[in-house]
C-alpha cells in the first residue's frame, strides 16, 4: 500500500488548472481510512475522480517525485503491472468504455505501471483470452460479467488481489435484478475479502440511505452528498400555436420543423427519445428535411452494432456531430464535452431520468446543463410544466430493491458451483448477506438446492435439471460440461425477445453486420418488405439462421421496427405535479408559458366539465351510441390504472351482471358497457375500498394468465428454459411454449414449487404495482369525488377514446374513425370550438397496433381472444 496522503488527489487537480470540491476531499479520506459508502453528487460534478483518485491514492504506488509535490516527467513505478486491484462496475456498455477511457488519464499523469480493461458483452474472444491469464490491475465491468468471472474455477484466486469495488450509477441497478445479481456477487467477494472497500456513485436518487443499506448490508456505511450549485435549466418547445396540435399520439413530428431550427442553432446536441422505434423515425426525418445533415447527425441506440455505437461516440466525443438521435443507451454518466444542448422528445415519464438525461450536456463542473422539453402533445405541454417545477424542488424518485427473487438464487447457486464449488452452509450464510436475501427462510433454501440438484419434486426423471451435484467431500459442483456451458452462455437477468442478426446481402457470403432486430417483427414481414432500420431504408431480402439479410432500398413506404418496453408509466412524483398545475388552472392561475399556451383548451375542458385537483377525484359520465361511459381521471400511471379499471369492473360486475371494454392511459381511465350503468348510484366510495384487494385484483385480471406470461423470463433466467447457442437461438414462440408446459407441470404437479408463488408476486408488485395502486386507493379516498355529466367527449377523455379504438379489431382505418368523431365534436362545440383537442393528425403521425384488450364477461370475469397485429 502507498504511504502518500490525499495530497496526491490534490496535486493532480492542480496539474490540470481544477479546484477539488469539498466533497471529493471528503472521499479521499474516507477511502484512505478503508471506509465505505455512497456518493451522491450532480451530474458532471465529478464523482469519477472523487472515487478513483482516493483509490489511487490507497492502493496504487505512485511515482515519487508525485509524493513530494515535484510533478515533472515522472517515472513509472515498476516494470510489472499491479495485479486486480480494482473492480469498476457499470451498467451499460457505452459508459464502461467512457469511464475506462476517463480512468487512464491520471496513470499517464501519475507514472503509475497499472492497466485498465474493458469486460462487457462487446469484449472480443482474444481480449477475454488475455483476461483469461491476467486480469487488468482495474476492470470495467458489468454485473453479468462480473458474474461470470466468478464462475472461473480460480475465481477466489483471480480475486486474490482486489481491494476496492466501486458501482457506478448505482441507481439504475438498485431498483431490478441486476442489482440483485451485482449484490450476490458482492456477498461472495466480501467473504473472501473482509476488508474489501466499496463505493456505489449516482446522481439521481430519492431514497439514498435506503441505497446505502442496499450496496453495503450487513455493515455501515458513509453517505457523502456532493453539493455542487450546478445550472440545470429546463425550457419547453412550444409549438406555435395549440389550435392544431395533437391531443394524443407520441411521435411529435408536428414539431420537426422547430426542432431543426434548434439544431441548426447549437454546435453539438443530443436528441433523446424514448424508444428505439422512435429514433428510427426521427432521425430519418432529421435526414429529410435537412439532407445536407448527411454525416453530421447519427442515431445510436443499443440495438445497432458495437462498431457503429463506438463512431457515433467518437463523433461525439471530437465534435464532430453536430446531433445524435438516441435512446437511454447514452442516458449513463457519459462525458461528452462538445454536447450543448438536450432536446428530449416527449415526456421523460420521470424526474430523475430527465435529470440524468440533462446532465449530458454541460457535463462538467461549472458549465450549465440545458435540456428542452419537446411535447409530442397537448397533455404533455402540462407535464412540461410540471416537470420543471419537479426539478426545481428536487421531488426524485425513490427506487426499492426487489426482495427475494428465486429465480436470481438458483442461478446464482449454479455459477457458485462452477467457481470452484460450494458447501450449502457457507453459502446459505453468505447469501444472507445480500440485502433482498437478509430474510432468506432455511425452507426456501432448501428448496432452492433441490431445484439445482434435481429439478425440485416434478423434473427429477429429467437428467437436464440434475445441474448441480456434491461429491464424496459435501462439496456441490456441476458434474456436466453441457451443462456448465449453457448456464455461462445463459448468466445475466436481462430478458428479451430472441434477436436476429441484421446482416448486408451479398453474393457468396454475408456483408457488413448492421445490429439486431427482434424476432417478432422480422416474422411479419416478407421478403421484398422494406423497413428502416439504423438510419437506412432496407429491403429483406432472406432470413436464415437467426440472421436477416438485407439490401439497400430506395423510394417504398417502410415498416418501422417496434421493440418491446415502449411504454413507461408517468412516476408518482411527475404525476402529483401534473395534478398541481392542473389544479392551479382551474383556479384561473395559468402563471407559465407552457400553461398560459394551454389556456383556451383547458378553459373548453372546464366549460364542458371540470379539471382535476389535489383534492377532487373527476369523473365524468356519458351516454353515446356506442353505450355508457365512465371516465376516471386519477393520475396514477398506466400500469396502476389498467389494475385499477379492471378492479372496479369486477367489483361493479358483482353488484350487476355487465360487460365492460377497457382504456387505459397515464392520467385516466375508461369502462364503456353497452348496459345502461348508473354510475351516479353506483360511483361511491366502497367502490375505492382497500377490503380485500389482493383476492379482488387477482380475480378481476385473470392473474393465472398474466402469471403465465411473467413465468417466461422467471423460467430463462432459473435456467429451466436455454434460449439457444450462437447462430441457433430458439424462437420467441418457442421459449414462450417451453415455459408455458412448465408452468402448467408445475401447477398441476408441484403447485407448492416457489417459482409459481415469484410470478404471482412480480405479476402483482411490477405489472400491477399493488402497492402504488393501495396508495391511489387510499388518496382517492380522501378526495371529493366530482362527478359531470357531459353530452360530448372532453378533451381529457378524448385521448383514452382513440386508446380504445386502438386497441379494438375493425376493418375501419383509426385515421378515419378518429376524423369523424373529430367532425362531430367539432359541430357540437360551434365556431372554433373543440378543434385544439382532436386534431386528427394523432392517427397519421403515430404507428397503430391493434389488438383487443380482456372484456369482462356478465359474470365478472376477463374473457381474453387472441387478435391478429397490424402496422
Not at 461470470?148 to 483471480?158: E, K, P, S, V
Not at 456483408?511 to 414481414?525: K, Q, V, Y
Request: with cysteine.
Amino acid at each position: 500500500m502507498s504511504n502518500t496522503t490525499d495530497i496526491l488527489g490534490e496535486h493532480w487537480f492542480t496539474s490540470r488548472g481544477w479546484e477539488p470540491f469539498p466533497f471529493q476531499r471528503e472521499v479521499w479520506q474516507a477511502v484512505k481510512k478503508g471506509e465505505s459508502g455512497l456518493l451522491h453528487a450532480t451530474t458532471g460534478s465529478g464523482k469519477t475522480y472523487a472515487v478513483w483518485l482516493g483509490a489511487l491514492n490507497r492502493f496504487a504506488p505512485v511515482a515519487e517525485g508525485w509524493r513530494t509535490g515535484d510533478q515533472q516527467a515522472p517515472a513509472r513505478t515498476s516494470d510489472k503491472p499491479a495485479p486486480l486491484t480494482i473492480l469498476w462496475i457499470t451498467p451499460m456498455r457505452a459508459l464502461a468504455a467512457d469511464t475506462a477511457r476517463a480512468l487512464q488519464a491520471p496513470l499517464d499523469d501519475l507514472g503509475i505501471n497499472w492497466t485498465i480493461g474493458l469486460r462487457t458483452g462487446d469484449t472480443s474472444g482474444a481480449e477475454r483470452a488475455r483476461q483469461g491469464r491476467r486480469l487488468p490491475s482495474a476492470l470495467v465491468t458489468t454485473p453479468e460479467s462480473l458474474t461470470l468471472l466468478l464462475t472461473r474455477a480460480d475465481a477466489q484466486q483471480a480475486f486474490a488481489g482486489l481491494r476496492m469495488l466501486v458501482v457506478d450509477e448505482w441507481h439504475e441497478l438498485l431498483g431490478n435484478k441486476r442489482g440483485v445479481q451485482l449484490q450476490l456477487a458482492l456477498a461472495r467477494l466480501r467473504r473472501w475479502m473482509p476488508d474489501l472497500v466499496v463505493w456505489g456513485l449516482s446522481a439521481t436518487l430519492g431514497n439514498q440511505p435506503h441505497a446505502l443499506e442496499v450496496l453495503l448490508h450487513p455493515g455501515t456505511g458513509k453517505l457523502v452528498q456532493g453539493r455542487v450549485d450546478k445550472d440545470l435549466r429546463v425550457d419547453t418547445l412550444l409549438p406555435p400555436s395549440i389550435e392544431r396540435f395533437p391531443w394524443a399520439g407520441h411521435l411529435g413530428l408536428r414539431m420537426l420543423a422547430q426542432v431543426v431550427e434548434q439544431l441548426d442553432s447549437a454546435a453539438t446536441t443530443l436528441v433523446f427519445t424514448n424508444t428505439r422505434s422512435q429514433s428510427e423515425i426521427w432521425y430519418q426525418a432529421l435526414l429529410d428535411a435537412r439532407p445536407d445533415w448527411a454525416g453530421l447527425i447519427a442515431l445510436h441506440h443499443g440495438s445497432l452494432a458495437r462498431e457503429v455505437r463506438d463512431w457515433v461516440e467518437l463523433g461525439l466525443k471530437q465534435g464532430a456531430l453536430k446531433a445524435v438521435v438516441c435512446t437511454s443507451s447514452l442516458d449513463l454518466g457519459v462525458d461528452f464535452l462538445p454536447v450543448e444542448r438536450v432536446l428530449q422528445i416527449g415526456s421523460p415519464k420521470g424526474v430523475a431520468r430527465l435529470m440524468q438525461r440533462a446532465g449530458r450536456s454541460g457535463h462538467a463542473p461549472g458549465r450549465t446543463s440545458r435540456v428542452t422539453l419537446v411535447p409530442t402533445h397537448s397533455m404533455e405541454v402540462v407535464e412540461a410544466a410540471a416537470a420543471q417545477i419537479a426539478i426545481a424542488e428536487r421531488r426524485i424518485e425513490a427506487r426499492a430493491a426487489p426482495y427475494r427473487p428465486l429465480d436470481v438464487l438458483v442461478q446464482h447457486l449454479v455459477s457458485m458451483a462452477l467457481g470452484g464449488g460450494f458447501r450449502p452452509d457457507e453459502l446459505f450464510a453468505e447469501v444472507r448477506q445480500a440485502w433482498s436475501y437478509r430474510e432468506l427462510t432455511d425452507e426456501h433454501w432448501q428448496w432452492a438446492l433441490a431445484f439445482v440438484r434435481h429439478g425440485g419434486h416434478s423434473l427429477t426423471a429429467y437428467p437436464d435439471y440434475q445441474r448441480v451435484e456434491p461429491d464424496e467431500t459435501g462439496l456441490w459442483k456441476v458434474p456436466s460440461r453441457r451443462v456448465a456451458m449453457r448456464h455461462r452462455m445463459s448468466i445475466g437477468t436481462i430478458v428479451s425477445d430472441a434477436n436476429l442478426t441484421v446482416k448486408f446481402w451479398a453474393r457468396g457470403g454475408s456483408g457488413r453486420t448492421l445490429g439486431s432486430i427482434e424476432e417478432g417483427f422480422i416474422a411479419r414481414l416478407r421478403p421484398g418488405d422494406n423497413f428502416l432500420f439504423g438510419g437506412r431504408l432496407l429491403e429483406l431480402v432472406r432470413v436464415e439462421n437467426m440472421t436477416a439479410y438485407v439490401s439497400r432500398a430506395t423510394g417504398k413506404k417502410a415498416a418501422v421496427p417496434r421493440w418491446n418496453g415502449g411504454r413507461m408509466p408517468l412516476s408518482s412524483e411527475l404525476a402529483d405535479a401534473v395534478v398541481e398545475q392542473l389544479g392551479a388552472a382551474s383556479r384561473e392561475q395559468f402563471t407559465s408559458p407552457e400553461m398560459r399556451l394551454l389556456e383556451p383548451l383547458l378553459r373548453v375542458q372546464m366549460d364542458w366539465s371540470a379539471l382535476p385537483t389535489e383534492t377532487t377525484l373527476l369523473a365524468e359520465v356519458m351516454k353515446s351510441r356506442e353505450g355508457w361511459h365512465l371516465f376516471l381521471y386519477p393520475f396514477a400511471g398506466r400500469h396502476v390504472h389498467l389494475g385499477l379499471a379492471s378492479l372496479l369492473a369486477w367489483r361493479m360486475g358483482q353488484r350487476q351482471p355487465l360487460t365492460f371494454s377497457i382504456a387505459v392511459n397515464d392520467y385516466g381511465l375508461e369502462l364503456l358497457s353497452a348496459t345502461e350503468v348508473d354510475w351516479l348510484q353506483w360511483l361511491t366510495p366502497a367502490l375505492f375500498s382497500e377490503d380485500n384487494l389482493l383476492h379482488d385484483v387477482l380475480a378481476s385480471l385473470n392473474a393465472g394468465e398474466l402469471a403465465r406470461r411473467r413465468f417466461r423470463e422467471i423460467a430463462r433466467i432459473a435456467g429451466l428454459v436455454f434460449s439457444g447457442y450462437p447462430g441457433a437461438q430458439k424462437s420467441a414462440r418457442q421459449l414462450q411454449a417451453s415455459s408455458g408446459l412448465f408452468f402448467d407441470v408445475f401447477r398441476q404437479y408441484d403447485p407448492a414449487n416457489l417459482l409459481l408463488t415469484q410470478a404471482e408476486e412480480e405479476v402483482l408488485r411490477q405489472e400491477l404495482d399493488v402497492e402504488r395502486l393501495q396508495q391511489t386507493l387510499r388518496r382517492l379516498q380522501q378526495r371529493t369525488l366530482d362527478i359531470h355529466q357531459v353530452k360530448r367527449t372532453t378533451p381529457l377523455a378524448f385521448p383514452l377514446m382513440v386508446e380504445r379504438f386502438r386497441e379494438s379489431m375493425t376493418s375501419e382505418k383509426l385515421a378515419d374513425r378518429i376524423r369523424r368523431m373529430v367532425a362531430e365534436l367539432d359541430k357540437a362545440a360551434g365556431p372554433g370550438g373543440y378543434q385544439p383537442a382532436a386534431n386528427a393528425s394523432i392517427a397519421i403521425e403515430r404507428e397503430t397496433s391493434l389488438k383487443r384488450k380482456p372484456r369482462l364477461t356478465k359474470d365478472g370475469t376477463p374473457r381474453i381472444k387472441k387478435a391478429k397485429r397490424t402496422t
